[in-house]
């Protein structure tokens, strides 16, 4: 199994996973589920392996989460479900599979614990935050 991706390539955080994943030297399957949209088995799939609930893969912000009144503790997970479905934007990302398990890596260091090496450094995110020393170590 490579590394797969669900990806939204306007989003800092998934940009800077993209980056790690192919810095470590993985090809990554990247999906950019945006256009692709979900179905119902994929996302209880993606929520069951990586331990989630919708609850807690819902996207609050930069998403219409509150307009559609889903921010509510009283909303279910089956409207949460459906209303990801109609709006892809609603779940988090980016969502990350690989042979060592699957997650939603927010912050963007979460990918380190799915690769099978980590990427040569020094290694920096997007923001200048430092993610590997030059001597190839995770910087905490």
């Not at 998934?14 to 979900?38: C, D, F, H, M, Q």
């Not at 996207?59 to 892809?88: I, W, Y």
Request: proline letters at 10%; hydrophobic letters at 40%; one cysteine or more.
């Amino acid at each position: 199994m490579s590394v797969v991706i669900y990806h939204n390539p306007d989003c800092g955080t998934s940009r800077n996973v993209l980056a790690i994943i192919k810095a470590s030297g993985e090809a990554p399957v990247i999906i950019e589920y945006l256009k692709t949209g979900w179905t119902r088995p994929q996302l209880l799939g993606l929520f069951a392996a990586a331990d989630l609930t919708p609850r807690t893969a819902l996207r609050t912000t930069k998403s219409p989460a509150d307009e559609l009144g889903l921010l509510d503790p009283s909303v279910n997970d089956e409207a949460l479900l459906d209303a990801m479905l109609e709006h892809p934007v609603l779940v988090n990302r980016p969502i990350v599979c690989s042979p060592k398990g699957v997650r939603l890596c927010r912050p963007s260091e979460a990918v380190l614990d799915l690769l099978q090496s980590l990427p040569p450094g020094p290694m920096e995110k997007e923001d200048g935050s430092p993610l590997i020393d030059a001597e190839g170590n995770r910087v905490d």
